[in-house]
């Protein structure tokens, strides 16, 4: 642009404009004259074309709108000389997007320019095409882009420019990129020396990863070897140095690469690579100057999330939590927020939540930080790290802080607390003052929903009813309180005053008084509130009083003629029953106690999260449509209409149990309509895995298997062979007709799933399902990762959990349609109600085209999950074991065809159900003593222990004891442990062809008394 001076001019006269205006009508002048010269485009120099198409540039970037030209600029593209080809270029660039008609009348002209010599025109038509994309660019130029990005007679920057065009075109028609030939250029682009080249190559493999991983595995170790180059700064250009560090934008890019490999099998490459991490992990630290920190802090926390992904060592992580904590308690407020984002990060791994309790002090401090950023996030990590240890620490650290905190955090300040309470409460009577001090200190900002819950557990719990009225009679007595205290306290006053009838100042009069002071300072939606407590007060008072009754009815008689209806109408009615004398007390009697169900609270928390680290799977949820999940309680229909039973539909079959709950209701009732048909599906589907949340320690898969037999018997067996029959509940799952075949085997997933809390439940060509889950007690919460492998999107989805009676599930916003290459995550959440091996079962089903595709999956809610290991000393051990002296608390069994294995092997097996071997207990060194907790609703922590005697001559039998404080956990838990050590053989299974449903296997020879053949007895 140098030397043309009108071009000087015209922007020099911009600049000088006074007020918008004159600037409009400077450029409506520039743009007449500018209009009238290309219509005398023949007498136009190249010059003077230049020069008025840069004033349309320039005009354009004033926000100003330019709707001619544009043919003049896309001329100037083929154009010889390089300053009209330039401006063609750039201008072209910037005016039209990628659907404009004129464009197609530059591709040959462009395209001509790539295949060219000359490197400058490769350039610029390398940027025009990577900023402008496109379809059709993408189909006509992708083969020479990709021509001049492997040739080696390229000069890096052209191939630099290449790379990233290539990008562009990929994620505007991912066809362009042949997966099978491609893999292999890209582990050969991968060996480049050029920094610059390496780091858009890197740039290209993180968009083909994200969409097939499974291609690109020879990718890995080079992904490694080029993390391991630069963390020892080996042949690096000092150009390529940012402030010491060697190119962390490569650092960065290649880190996020391998997060989209589900895991790295070869030990020497996983060694090198925890090695690199190691020295990341090391070498970072928090120095004077900006620049450097946030490079390093960019590699940094892109190798804590790999660290994440890999679910490495604990010592490892154990180091990135440190970290963090060292980071939260610098001054720079960047690197605060920083480390605690990354901290509420961590809290998905397992096993780290104890090591960032150690930092809750520092986290605790944030919240008073000046930056409102800063304490959301400490407010999202203190309430992700709360557990039943320290939720009264936290929740009374937020209610200190509730007082001072912004008007903008108080509600979500108030609703978290309120959950947290909920979940956490060590006793009834504490949650109330909770929730009561919330109430009290932020009542603007508390939902109807928390003041329901609160009335819900008061009316449900009768020995909390005393305490909670003495405490809203205590609130309700200042001079100045709430609304929405008023209404707790009218509820609760009225309901349950009358059990402080004894105490001073507790009477039905002065109980009234206090709440007819309210009255004239509360709206019309708490009057009726107020209305129904006066009526209760006055049929409570024992006996009548006269004045208490006048005042009351001449309350009711002023309200009759209110213009609000509801008010007017409990006015007349209240009236009217109080007239009646005793059927007052009928008609007003207590209220009956609520059914239990989930809060909803904790409903609302799971779709409003918002502003939390997890930012990705918070958009992915804003987008998701309403849910049409069904959600099976009992076993009963949602509409009371009994579900017919087929011969299709899942029942449970339970093993017999020695003692009969008034709980255990027939194991034939249906426990849900069919959902969804099975149908065939296209046999060829896209090669491509879901785009993973990188955050999430999920993708953890096997290699794909082959073509998986369809399952007439699902069993609910832990170890042993997968053609082993487990004598476990069986599930029945109707025979699956689908042409789609699962990737890996079903049973072996699912028992991998029930020994870890996290891994891949269910995979095909077109859907992942992963599951991360949590246990507490007798609680326990799954996450279900639900990830789009496809580039269109999964449709109809309906999820349908199928508990056995044991168990209570609820299951959470299911979406009816998962984006393309996008991952979902559908908390859900479990109560063990009592001791059985019964399994839950997940009917999923989504549609992928015209066809509908349905699988039954066993979740893993099973006996050992809600078993906690406790180590027990002889002096404990001994009395507990003679106190349960005999049948049913304490059952012993001889147990053969056991599965040969030494004594620690078995010791090991053992362990890994939770089952804490206690050494030292038995003399005989051939014996085994163990103990564990089991939790339920019914039984709470129920301590269970168990003696295995075996011998060494014949390790195909022993001798089992097991003893509890209830009977029909001592079978349950006797039966699952043999179970596991039990080997029972089956025939053969011959491969079916997959379009014909599977035949029918003779049945093995079994003894008679064997538990396998009372449950194949039970089937038949």
Not at 368 to 377: A, E, F, G, N, T
Not at 941 to 969: F, H, K, N, Y
Request: with cysteine; net charge negative.
């Amino acid at each position: 642009m140098h030397g043309m001076r009108g071009l000087s001019v015209f922007i020099s006269d911009i600049r000088n404009c006074q007020n918008k205006e004159q600037e409009r009508l400077r450029i409506d002048k520039e743009l007449g004259n500018v209009r009238n010269r290309f219509k005398n485009e023949k007498g136009l120099t190249p010059y003077e074309k230049k020069k008025y198409v840069w004033k349309m540039l320039y005009i354009f970037m004033l926000g100003y709108d330019v709707d001619f030209g544009h043919m003049e600029a896309v001329s100037l593209i083929s154009a010889p000389k390089y300053p009209e080809k330039q401006v063609g270029y750039i201008v072209t660039s910037c005016l039209l997007n990628e659907n404009h008609d004129f464009l197609r009348l530059a591709i040959n002209t462009v395209r001509n320019d790539i295949i060219g010599r000359n490197e400058t025109f490769q350039c610029l038509a390398l940027t025009m095409v990577g900023n402008i994309g496109g379809r059709e660019f993408a189909e006509s130029l992708a083969p020479d882009v990709q021509k001049l990005l492997l040739s080696s007679s390229c000069r890096p920057l052209v191939r630099k420019k290449a790379a990233l065009c290539l990008l562009r075109l990929y994620r505007k028609n991912p066809d362009v990129v042949n997966v099978d030939g491609w893999a292999d250029r890209m582990a050969q682009l991968l060996d480049e020396r050029d920094l610059g080249v390496l780091t858009s190559s890197m740039s290209l493999l993180v968009a083909l990863v994200s969409n097939n991983h499974e291609a690109y595995w020879s990718c890995l170790p080079k992904c490694v070897k080029i993390l391991d180059r630069l963390a020892r700064n080996q042949d690096v250009p000092q150009e390529y140095t940012y402030y010491g560090i060697p190119s962390p934008w490569l650092q960065v890019k290649t880190m996020r690469a391998l997060q989209y490999f589900p895991t790295i099998e070869d030990p020497y490459t996983r060694r090198t690579l925890f090695e690199v991490l190691q020295r990341i992990l090391m070498g970072t630290d928090v120095v004077k100057n900006v620049n450097k920190n946030n490079a390093s802090h960019a590699v940094l926390f892109e190798a804590l999330a790999l660290v994440m992904h890999l679910d490495a060592e604990k010592e490892m992580m154990s180091q990135c939590v440190a970290l963090l904590g060292k980071f939260i308690a610098v001054r720079e407020p960047n690197i605060r927020y920083l480390g605690l984002e990354n901290m509420t990060r961590m809290l998905m791994v397992t096993d780290v939540q104890d090591i960032i309790k150690r930092h809750q002090a520092q986290i605790i401090t944030s919240l008073k930080d000046p930056d409102v950023s800063i304490r959301r996030r400490a407010l999202d990590l203190l309430y992700g790290m709360c557990d039943v240890t320290n939720a009264k620490d936290i929740v009374e650290e937020l209610l200190q802080y509730l007082s001072s905190a912004d008007f903008t955090m108080r509600e979500e300040l108030s609703l978290k607390a309120a959950i947290l309470a909920e979940k956490f409460a060590p006793d009834l009577s504490w949650y109330v003052d909770v929730i009561l001090q919330l109430i009290d200190k932020a009542g603007d900002f508390i939902s109807d929903d928390i003041w329901f819950r609160v009335v819900q557990f008061v009316t449900n719990n009768d020995d909390l009813q005393p305490y909670a009225a003495a405490k809203v009679k205590e609130y309700i007595d200042k001079p100045a309180v709430h609304e929405t205290m008023v209404k707790v306290s009218a509820y609760i006053l009225g309901e349950y005053s009358h059990l402080l009838a004894r105490r001073p100042g507790c009477s039905p009069k002065e109980i009234f008084s206090i709440l007819h002071e309210k009255l004239p300072t509360v709206s019309t939606t708490t009057i009726p509130i107020l209305l129904s407590a006066y009526a209760k007060i006055l049929m409570h008072t024992q006996p009548p009083d006269q004045e208490l009754q006048s005042q009351i009815w001449a309350i009711f008689n002023k309200y009759e003629s209110c213009i609000d209806a509801e008010i007017q109408q409990r006015a007349v009615e209240y009236l009217a029953l109080c007239q009646k004398g005793a059927a007052l007390t009928d008609i007003l009697a207590e209220m009956p106690k609520f059914p239990e169900r989930k809060s909803s609270l904790i409903k609302r928390a799971e779709y409003s999260e918002a502003d939390t680290a997890e930012q990705s799977a918070i958009k992915l949820r804003a987008q998701q449509q309403t849910s049409n999940a069904l959600v099976v309680t009992d076993q009963i229909p949602a509409n009371g209409a009994t579900s017919p039973v087929s011969v299709g539909q899942l029942s449970l079959v339970k093993v017999p149990s020695l003692v009969t709950t008034e709980n255990d209701t027939s194991t034939d009732r249906a426990l849900s309509q069919q959902n969804g048909a099975s149908s065939k599906v296209d046999p060829q589907p896209p090669s491509a895995d879901l785009l993973s949340d990188i955050l999430g320690p999920l993708a953890i898969e096997g290699p794909p298997g082959a073509t998986v037999q369809s399952e007439h018997n699902a069993v609910s067996g832990l170890e042993g062979d997968s053609d082993a029959v487990d004598g476990s509940a069986i599930v029945v799952v109707e025979e699956q007709t689908n042409t789609v075949q699962p990737i890996g085997n079903i049973d072996e997933r699912f028992r991998a799933l029930c020994l870890k809390d996290s891994g891949v439940l269910y995979e095909d060509p077109y859907i992942q399902i992963g599951i991360k889950a949590e246990w507490r007690g007798h609680h326990g919460r799954l996450v279900l990762f639900l990830g789009n492998k496809n580039t269109a999107p999964l449709i109809s989805v309906q999820a349908i959990i199928l508990p056995p009676a044991q168990l209570k599930v609820e299951l959470s916003l299911v979406p009816d349609t998962i984006p393309p290459r996008a991952q979902v995550q559908c908390p859900l959440e479990v109560v063990n109600l009592r001791p059985s091996r019964d399994v839950a079962v997940l009917d999923f089903s989504y549609k992928f085209g015209t066809n509908m595709v349905n699988v039954k999956l066993r979740l893993p809610a099973v006996l050992n999950k809600f078993l906690q290991p406790i180590q027990v000393s002889a002096e404990e051990f001994f009395p507990q074991w003679r106190s349960l002296s005999g049948p049913p608390l304490k059952l012993q069994e001889v147990v053969r065809g056991v599965r040969p294995m030494p004594l620690p092997e078995m010791a090991n097996l053992l362990s890994s159900f939770h089952i804490m071997i206690c050494p030292g207990l038995d003399p005989n060194p051939n014996n085994l003593v163990a103990s564990t907790t089991f939790y339920s609703e019914s039984t709470r922590a129920m301590l269970c222990l168990v003696r295995i005697e075996t011998d060494p001559a014949d390790r195909t039998q022993l001798r089992m004891t097991l003893s509890s404080g209830d009977p029909t956990l001592t079978f349950e838990l006797k039966e699952f442990i043999k179970e596991q050590l039990i080997s029972i053989p089956t025939a053969p299974r011959s491969p079916a062809p997959s379009a014909a449903p599977p035949t029918a296997q003779p049945s093995p020879q079994i003894p008679p008394n064997d538990p396998a053949a009372i449950l194949a007895g039970l089937l038949s």
